[in-house]
């Protein structure tokens, strides 16, 4: 649904009013609007929102993790530090740029292809970081990329997701959950490289991110509905 232009003095709250009394499903009479209710309803009551959630965890707990293994991991094959910072530096850049031209298609082919595929992207990273270790700056590059473009494809699709799904009246609290469990992927992600690399090896590490990844896309693509007003 498309909304008027504003003028600049017009109250946020005006603009909301607005798209209540527009919205497509009105709010049912008895739905609790407050954080705990919309928290819960979020993270886990809503199939499409606890989708978009997941996502977002693991995505970022992608990134957390590979700060703390992939420095290591190829350092321990050959690279040095410039090639090192190469490799983790291309990751954030494709990842930031990507978003302007994956944002613009999630409004185009909507929110799920992007973020199922994005997800799986990432997870084919991690599997060539592994697959090509013999030739770890080919392998640094090349999982780098597959990670910033699969990042930037779920990013600015996973907001957008859960800003389609949560009804206007509790949407700022659906969001503010959504970027809780998104954002403590980062610490989540250091930690659980911490852990796993001192028990299991670098190696079994990237595999178990592989496969949490390609896990959490498979849980997106069964739990998110399309648009809800298409």
Not at 41 to 47: A, E, K, L, V
Not at 164 to 176: E, F, I, M, Q
């Amino acid at each position: 649904m498309r909304l008027p232009l504003f003028p600049r003095r017009v109250h946020q709250r005006d603009r909301v009013a607005l798209e209540l009394a527009r919205h497509t499903k009105p709010l049912p009479t008895d739905e609790d609007t407050g954080l705990k209710a919309t928290f819960t309803r979020t993270s886990w009551h809503n199939r499409s929102l606890r989708g978009a959630t997941q996502a977002g965890l693991v995505n970022n707990l992608n990134d957390g993790l590979t700060w703390g293994v992939f420095p290591l991991l190829f350092t321990d094959h050959g690279l040095g530090l410039a090639a090192v910072g190469l490799v983790k530096g291309l990751y954030p850049i494709l990842w930031g740029l990507g978003q302007i031209a994956t944002g613009h298609l999630a409004d185009r082919i909507g929110r799920k292809p992007l973020i199922v595929y994005g997800m799986l992207v990432q997870a084919t990273g991690f599997t060539l970081a592994l697959a090509l270790l013999d030739r770890p700056l080919l392998a640094g590059i090349l999982s780098a990329i597959a990670l910033g473009l699969g990042t930037a494809m779920v990013y600015p699709a996973l907001i957008a997701s859960v800003s389609d799904h949560a009804h206007p009246a509790w949407r700022a609290n659906a969001l503010g959950t959504y970027r809780f469990w998104r954002d403590i992927g980062y610490a989540a992600g250091a930690l659980v490289a911490g852990i796993l690399a001192d028990v299991l090896g670098l190696n079994a590490t990237v595999i178990a991110a592989a496969v949490l990844t390609a896990a959490s896309g498979l849980l997106a693509a069964r739990w998110i509905e399309g648009h809800p007003t298409r």
